[in-house]
């Protein structure tokens, strides 16, 4: 299992970016997908999720509004919205799948948001 994540930045208060999410090594259209996201100093708190066919998600109350998490099973992709940045947005971001009761991880992105 490879998950490799891309998107990352730094932008203003009020910016968006996109995250992605490249999956391989599973059956990508049979599992959900979820990213978590670190701030420094934190622990690793649970942003979204998304079933195998994206047609349910769920986020944390701190982005609800601000982000959409969506896939693409044909592209093997994940990605994440992220609209509306705060300061608060700040953290390393990190995509997630849960594959024969194993948790497996990306090497994460840094997502930066100041003035």
């Known amino acids: 299992v490879q998950l490799v994540e891309s998107g990352g930045g730094s932008v203003q208060p009020g910016g968006s970016l996109r995250l992605s999410c490249a999956a391989s090594?599973?059956?990508?259209?049979?599992?959900?997908m979820t990213w978590y996201r670190q701030a420094p100093g934190k622990e690793r708190e649970w942003v979204s999720a998304v079933t195998s066919s994206g047609s349910i998600t769920n986020y944390a109350d701190s982005i609800k509004g601000r982000f959409t998490i969506s896939r693409d099973n044909a592209k093997h992709t994940v990605y994440l919205q992220m609209n509306s940045l705060k300061p608060e947005d700040t953290a390393v971001y990190y995509c997630n799948v849960r594959y024969f009761s194993n948790d497996y991880w990306g090497q994460g992105t840094q997502v930066t948001v100041s003035s």
């Open positions: 090594g599973f059956p990508f259209s049979s599992y959900s």
